[in-house]
């Protein structure tokens, strides 16, 4: 080869090395909802297409670990600060656990005291995500200027009566919580085989006009959800697109009519066409459920254990499930009150019933739970039960092996304790709720990644709507830490292989 | 805009319930928005760590950091607000004493991180993989903040100017401290922002406390019938409260639970474990030392009761490898 031709051709070839080697990544750092730290790695191809997204969690505090040699019956206590969001919901499994290695049985009015705490949590926990966290994506509007989309902006839109109401419901849901637990972040009122405080008659009153007021405020959101999101038909368009649709398993708790239970019942697991897979005790988790390592997260990825790890993969191959609250409504055949059923009916009509496989419909399932806790709720305050006296079972077995499940409001959430024969704790291991959504959410910020990003280019409305694609599962990630009011800051930096910024938005 | 102060929050290694905490401000919380400028709160506004490093150095009146530090990240975001910031004010007790997660430091790092990857009964990951700080993954290279081998509380790593103590504090604190911040009125550098005084003096329970407990046994809280009414310790329930800040409204015992002592010592104390424990030991209905024994052989965990938020601020700190 003649030297000008050679010189020519090592300039192209090393032209196109250094392009191949300069392929592009866009780093979404931090998105600030997981312990205050979280990133999405994009990487692009050289055509500026989407090659591979990761969604990270960087995040390990090694709670299983340092429960070792802590007395059972402080597990309650020590757990819930794995979440200080969702406190309530790790204290209630933790005891529910406790119960199952004492093998004791709670007295009904304990028992109902429980469920009371929990719905009225689970109630003022939706309302948090619909209002101030997801619920700026609807209300507000998924293009509307960033410096709205948020919770200001949602009170702008609804107005400020309607924000204070939402303020002043929570506050009165959380203190209700306070009274029997002490403290609502990180209340005390669980104990194997009861509570620590019981419902004085004379509070009564007061706590029947609450769960009126809270079914009110259900039926309020409910109203504005349909007013807002279904009867704008892009909405409607974006709910069901493509690009924030999976085919996966979905799991929760179900009674013994197959209707969704939060407190209680045994963990059923529908397939992506809607037929039940497993149904089964949480005892026998370990059989079902399994969690799969990457050395990109530190978070593990749940799956069905019966099919193995099959990687990031939707449809019949796939061994990823889902929770939460699409999940649940996929899971059980119906709600257990009539209000929650009828809205539960609708939702499944407009969306071509079940399974419903799209993402951002977990916002309207959330509003139809809200629903069924504050019907719950009344029908716990309605029972005479709920203020007698009896409120502890002492247990007397001797302890060995204890698990429990809840529905978190992030979805299913497993406690397992080892003791020696005096309580003190040997081994834990506890499947958190968001884990269960973790391979989904990773295959979701992937999906709506490749969707959106396309020749390299980056709009700031892609911001919003790659959030959307983990947003709608409220996730809590490791349940190390969840996220509160408002928006998550986020900055894409598209780069070259010399680290050069092409590229660079905020908000 | 320009003539308010200037307000960060900032968490670390922590469970969000101290972001919770002042969420519960509620109505409360639309009169500190509009009395401060709050110019970082990952969890709640739209600003990022760059915003931060564009800030003149002093610039921010205070931030409120809460949880403790167990990675680099979290570590270099402390000493970016702290030279941000003319105050710094440690919020909760993670970041006051480490808080729970500092029970870790009974532990060693790699026993957590094996427990979670290798040993836990639910993982399967025949190939061993660990999450790494520089990850491999298809030739493509993916990066996670680094944990430290221990846990520390903010104060270990930057100098601190006050504390807001509990798990979480309570809304009430949180707005006399935002009133004092406000008007000047702030106590001498290093205070705890809550009364210097023992739970034991505010609780309700505080007349049926006997002068000398004689303590003779110890007994489990789901072994016993707690009496509503009564001083725990009268009724053989191990409660904190004599060496416990007071200032949180005495809200577990409200709830009919003793105090595990969330809200740090006194500012008399150095080590609110060693404290707890002697005050205990002084009271017990023994003077041999075999019957001393048996009666302290009835406390099945006393590092995680006696040191349940504060081993990482303590004399202890960490178990060190035999």
Same mark, same amino acid.
């Given at each position: 080869?003649?030297?000008?031709?050679?010189?020519?051709?090592?300039?192209?070839?090393?032209?196109?090395?250094?392009?191949?080697?300069?392929?592009?990544?866009?780093?979404?750092?931090?998105?600030?909802?997981?312990?205050?730290?979280?990133?999405?790695?994009?990487?692009?191809?050289?055509?500026?297409?989407?090659?591979?997204?990761?969604?990270?969690?960087?995040?390990?505090?090694?709670?299983?670990?340092?429960?070792?040699?802590?007395?059972?019956?402080?597990?309650?206590?020590?757990?819930?600060?794995?979440?200080?969001?969702?406190?309530?919901?790790?204290?209630?499994?933790?005891?529910?656990?406790?119960?199952?290695?004492?093998?004791?049985?709670?007295?009904?009015?304990?028992?109902?005291?429980?469920?009371?705490?929990?719905?009225?949590?689970?109630?003022?926990?939706?309302?948090?995500?619909?209002?101030?966290?997801?619920?700026?994506?609807?209300?507000?509007?998924?293009?509307?200027?960033?410096?709205?989309?948020?919770?200001?902006?949602?009170?702008?839109?609804?107005?400020?009566?309607?924000?204070?109401?939402?303020?002043?419901?929570?506050?009165?849901?959380?203190?209700?919580?306070?009274?029997?637990?002490?403290?609502?972040?990180?209340?005390?009122?669980?104990?194997?085989?009861?509570?620590?405080?019981?419902?004085?008659?004379?509070?009564?009153?007061?706590?029947?006009?609450?769960?009126?007021?809270?079914?009110?405020?259900?039926?309020?959101?409910?109203?504005?959800?349909?007013?807002?999101?279904?009867?704008?038909?892009?909405?409607?368009?974006?709910?069901?697109?493509?690009?924030?649709?999976?085919?996966?398993?979905?799991?929760?708790?179900?009674?013994?009519?197959?209707?969704?239970?939060?407190?209680?019942?045994?963990?059923?697991?529908?397939?992506?066409?809607?037929?039940?897979?497993?149904?089964?005790?949480?005892?026998?988790?370990?059989?079902?459920?399994?969690?799969?390592?990457?050395?990109?997260?530190?978070?593990?990825?749940?799956?069905?254990?019966?099919?193995?790890?099959?990687?990031?993969?939707?449809?019949?191959?796939?061994?990823?499930?889902?929770?939460?609250?699409?999940?649940?409504?996929?899971?059980?055949?119906?709600?257990?009150?009539?209000?929650?059923?009828?809205?539960?009916?609708?939702?499944?009509?407009?969306?071509?019933?079940?399974?419903?496989?799209?993402?951002?419909?977990?916002?309207?399932?959330?509003?139809?739970?809200?629903?069924?806790?504050?019907?719950?709720?009344?029908?716990?305050?309605?029972?005479?039960?709920?203020?007698?006296?009896?409120?502890?079972?002492?247990?007397?077995?001797?302890?060995?092996?204890?698990?429990?499940?809840?529905?978190?409001?992030?979805?299913?959430?497993?406690?397992?304790?080892?003791?020696?024969?005096?309580?003190?704790?040997?081994?834990?291991?506890?499947?958190?709720?968001?884990?269960?959504?973790?391979?989904?959410?990773?295959?979701?910020?992937?999906?709506?990644?490749?969707?959106?990003?396309?020749?390299?280019?980056?709009?700031?409305?892609?911001?919003?709507?790659?959030?959307?694609?983990?947003?709608?599962?409220?996730?809590?990630?490791?349940?190390?830490?969840?996220?509160?009011?408002?928006?998550?800051?986020?900055?894409?930096?598209?780069?070259?292989?010399?680290?050069?910024?092409?590229?660079?938005?905020?908000? | 805009?320009?003539?308010?102060?200037?307000?960060?929050?900032?968490?670390?290694?922590?469970?969000?319930?101290?972001?919770?905490?002042?969420?519960?401000?509620?109505?409360?919380?639309?009169?500190?928005?509009? =009395?401060? !400028?709050?110019?970082?709160?990952?969890?709640?506004? *739209?600003?990022? @760590?760059?915003?931060?490093? #564009?800030?003149? +150095? /002093?610039?921010?009146?205070?931030?409120?950091?809460?949880?403790?530090?167990?990675?680099?990240?979290?570590?270099?975001?402390?000493?970016?607000?702290?030279?941000?910031?003319?105050?710094?004010?440690?919020?909760?007790?993670?970041?006051?004493?480490?808080?729970?997660?500092?029970?870790?430091?009974?532990?060693?790092?790699?026993?957590?991180?094996?427990? =979670?990857? !290798?040993?836990?009964?639910?993982?399967?990951?025949? *190939?061993?993989? @660990?999450?790494?700080?520089? #990850?491999?993954? +298809? /030739?493509?290279?993916?990066?996670?903040?680094?944990?430290?081998?221990?846990?520390?509380?903010?104060?270990?790593?930057?100098?601190?100017?006050?504390?807001?103590?509990?798990?979480?504090?309570?809304?009430?604190?949180?707005?006399?401290?935002?009133?004092?911040?406000?008007?000047?009125?702030?106590?001498?550098?290093?205070?705890?922002?809550?009364?210097?005084?023992?739970?034991?003096?505010?609780?309700?329970?505080?007349?049926?406390?006997?002068?000398?407990?004689?303590? #003779?046994?110890?007994?489990?809280?789901?072994?016993?019938?707690?009496?509503?009414?009564?001083?725990?310790?009268?009724?053989?329930?191990?409660?904190?409260?004599?060496?416990?800040?007071?200032?949180?409204?005495?809200?577990?015992?409200?709830?009919?639970?003793?105090?595990?002592?969330?809200?740090?010592?006194?500012?008399?104390?150095?080590?609110?474990?060693?404290?707890?424990?002697?005050?205990?030991?002084?009271?017990?209905?023994?003077?041999?030392?075999?019957?001393?024994?048996?009666?302290?052989?009835?406390?099945?965990?006393?590092?995680?009761?006696?040191?349940?938020?504060?081993?990482?601020?303590?004399?202890?700190?960490?178990?060190?490898?035999?």
């Amino acid at each position: 080869m003649q030297e000008p031709i050679q010189a020519a051709w090592n300039t192209a070839y090393t032209k196109v090395n250094q392009e191949y080697l300069q392929r592009r990544t866009i780093s979404i750092d931090p998105i600030t909802r997981l312990e205050g730290h979280g990133k999405i790695e994009i990487f692009l191809d050289d055509k500026g297409e989407v090659e591979r997204a990761y969604l990270q969690v960087p995040e390990l505090r090694g709670f299983e670990t340092f429960c070792i040699g802590r007395p059972a019956e402080d597990m309650p206590q020590i757990t819930s600060r794995i979440c200080g969001v969702c406190p309530t919901a790790h204290h209630m499994a933790s005891i529910r656990a406790l119960d199952d290695l004492y093998k004791v049985q709670p007295p009904l009015t304990a028992t109902k005291i429980r469920e009371l705490v929990y719905h009225t949590f689970m109630l003022e926990d939706h309302a948090l995500h619909f209002y101030v966290l997801g619920g700026p994506d609807f209300i507000v509007g998924p293009g509307a200027p960033k410096e709205q989309r948020n919770v200001v902006g949602v009170i702008q839109k609804v107005g400020l009566e309607v924000g204070k109401k939402v303020i002043s419901m929570r506050r009165r849901l959380r203190e209700l919580i306070a009274y029997f637990g002490g403290k609502v972040i990180h209340p005390v009122l669980g104990l194997p085989g009861g509570v620590s405080k019981g419902l004085d008659p004379a509070d009564l009153p007061g706590v029947k006009q609450l769960a009126q007021d809270g079914a009110e405020f259900a039926r309020f959101t409910l109203q504005v959800f349909k007013d807002v999101v279904l009867k704008n038909d892009q909405y409607l368009k974006l709910i069901t697109s493509d690009t924030y649709t999976h085919r996966t398993h979905y799991m929760g708790l179900v009674d013994d009519r197959n209707r969704l239970n939060f407190y209680a019942g045994k963990i059923r697991v529908v397939d992506p066409t809607g037929k039940e897979f497993a149904a089964f005790p949480v005892q026998h988790y370990l059989v079902y459920i399994a969690e799969h390592v990457e050395p990109w997260s530190y978070v593990k990825f749940c799956y069905l254990k019966p099919l193995g790890w099959k990687g990031f993969v939707e449809g019949p191959e796939s061994s990823v499930y889902s929770v939460a609250p699409l999940a649940r409504l996929n899971a059980a055949d119906g709600m257990p009150t009539p209000e929650a059923q009828q809205a539960y009916e609708e939702y499944l009509g407009t969306l071509g019933g079940k399974p419903v496989h799209h993402t951002l419909a977990n916002h309207w399932a959330r509003v139809i739970e809200m629903l069924c806790a504050a019907e719950r709720m009344q029908e716990l305050v309605n029972d005479p039960a709920i203020t007698g006296t009896e409120i502890r079972t002492i247990p007397t077995a001797t302890p060995n092996v204890g698990i429990g499940v809840v529905e978190a409001p992030r979805g299913t959430l497993i406690h397992h304790y080892e003791t020696d024969e005096n309580g003190l704790i040997r081994k834990a291991n506890l499947i958190v709720a968001t884990q269960g959504n973790s391979a989904r959410m990773a295959m979701g910020v992937e999906k709506s990644a490749r969707g959106l990003i396309h020749g390299g280019k980056v709009s700031d409305g892609l911001l919003n709507m790659i959030e959307m694609a983990f947003r709608a599962y409220d996730p809590c990630h490791g349940c190390a830490t969840h996220s509160l009011p408002g928006q998550i800051p986020l900055t894409v930096i598209i780069r070259d292989g010399a680290g050069q910024v092409v590229q660079e938005l905020r908000r | 805009m320009a003539g308010k102060p200037k307000v960060a929050f900032y968490w670390c290694a922590s469970c969000g319930g101290c972001e919770e905490s002042v969420v519960d401000l509620a109505e409360a919380i639309l009169d500190v928005v509009a =009395a401060v !400028d709050i110019i970082f709160w990952p969890v709640a506004m *739209d600003f990022k @760590r760059s915003d931060v490093e #564009a800030l003149p +150095d /002093g610039s921010i009146l205070v931030s409120m950091i809460n949880g403790a530090i167990r990675s680099s990240e979290q570590e270099e975001m402390a000493r970016l607000l702290r030279r941000k910031s003319r105050l710094l004010l440690a919020y909760g007790a993670c970041a006051q004493l480490g808080g729970i997660p500092g029970l870790a430091n009974q532990f060693d790092r790699e026993q957590l991180v094996r427990f =979670a990857y !290798d040993d836990c009964p639910s993982v399967q990951n025949p *190939d061993k993989v @660990r999450p790494r700080p520089q #990850a491999q993954d +298809d /030739g493509r290279t993916v990066t996670l903040p680094v944990l430290h081998q221990v846990v520390r509380t903010l104060d270990q790593v930057v100098p601190v100017d006050y504390y807001l103590p509990g798990c979480p504090p309570t809304p009430r604190l949180l707005n006399q401290a935002v009133a004092a911040l406000l008007s000047g009125t702030l106590p001498p550098r290093g205070s705890v922002l809550a009364p210097d005084i023992a739970l034991c003096d505010e609780c309700p329970r505080k007349d049926s406390k006997p002068a000398d407990l004689r303590l #003779a046994e110890f007994k489990r809280p789901h072994w016993a019938v707690i009496d509503p009414e009564k001083c725990f310790l009268a009724q053989g329930l191990l409660c904190m409260g004599p060496g416990t800040r007071g200032g949180c409204e005495a809200l577990c015992i409200r709830g009919n639970m003793p105090c595990s002592g969330c809200f740090g010592p006194t500012s008399r104390v150095r080590d609110q474990g060693a404290k707890i424990l002697s005050s205990i030991c002084s009271n017990l209905a023994a003077t041999e030392k075999p019957e001393i024994d048996r009666i302290l052989t009835t406390i099945p965990d006393p590092l995680g009761t006696f040191y349940r938020y504060s081993l990482a601020a303590s004399l202890l700190r960490k178990r060190v490898a035999a």
